[in-house]
């Protein structure tokens, strides 16, 4: 129902009330509140209707999976900033799955809620596996051949080396494009990991975004 539409019949209800309390006119009376009685029963099945996409129902009705997640403190404590970042990386996570409206709020100084309604019974362990998992900066060799030996494997000709493995990254598509995805053959151990990164910037150049990394004496 449109917002007109919904201030439109508002109104006529408005005026139908005062009415109403200004005759004095049993049968006009009878009329007006049984007018006024059939208006409010169609408003209140229009306003709700279809329930299943109006009424948002909790876990108890439609079912689904709850749970928290508490930030486990390292070198330093957990801060108000670090648990908000947690909460819209948590979001990000959960926007995955698709749920409708799920709640996701800090519980005390590090404990995170997590409600996701309407979670299909075998995408419960999925969900908590994926929210609990700690994100990890990883950098993994490419199997140095252009992509040859990845066409090999799959015409058949190849086998996949006992060191590698092939992954599926999918790229960020900008404007109206579609998402493109790459397959690559890559070490199945991290060459490097992301504590080795000592720092980070981003700029816009002739190709798009670049992204810059700098590493420690170790990472170099």
Do not use: H
């Not at 709850?66 to 486990?72: D, G, N, T, V």
């Not at 890559?186 to 980070?200: E, F, I, N, Q």
């Amino acid at each position: 129902m449109t917002p007109a539409l919904t201030f439109f019949i508002g109104l006529v209800m408005l005026v139908l009330f005062g009415w109403y309390f200004a005759t004095d006119q049993g049968l006009r009376k009878r009329l007006l509140a049984l007018t006024l009685t059939v208006l409010l029963v169609i408003f209140s099945i229009v306003t709700i209707w279809p329930p299943e996409k109006k009424i948002a129902l909790g876990l108890d009705i439609q079912g689904g999976t709850s749970f928290l997640i508490r930030l486990m403190k390292g070198d330093k404590d957990v801060t108000k900033g670090m648990l908000d970042q947690a909460v819209e990386v948590i979001r990000k996570r959960v926007d995955y799955f698709g749920a409708s409206e799920p709640i996701i709020s800090p519980v005390g100084n590090d404990r995170i809620l997590v409600q996701i309604p309407g979670l299909d019974t075998a995408k419960i362990q999925e969900a908590r596996d994926q929210l609990s998992r700690v994100a990890k900066l990883e950098f993994r060799l490419v199997y140095p051949d252009g992509g040859e030996r990845l066409r090999a494997i799959d015409a058949g000709k190849e086998v996949i080396p006992p060191e590698y493995r092939i992954e599926t990254y999918q790229m960020r598509a900008e404007g109206n494009e579609k998402p493109k995805e790459e397959r690559l053959l890559v070490k199945k151990k991290a060459d490097l990991g992301g504590d080795r990164v000592s720092g980070s910037n981003a700029y816009y150049g002739n190709e798009g975004w670049t992204v810059q990394l700098k590493f420690d004496s170790e990472g170099a």
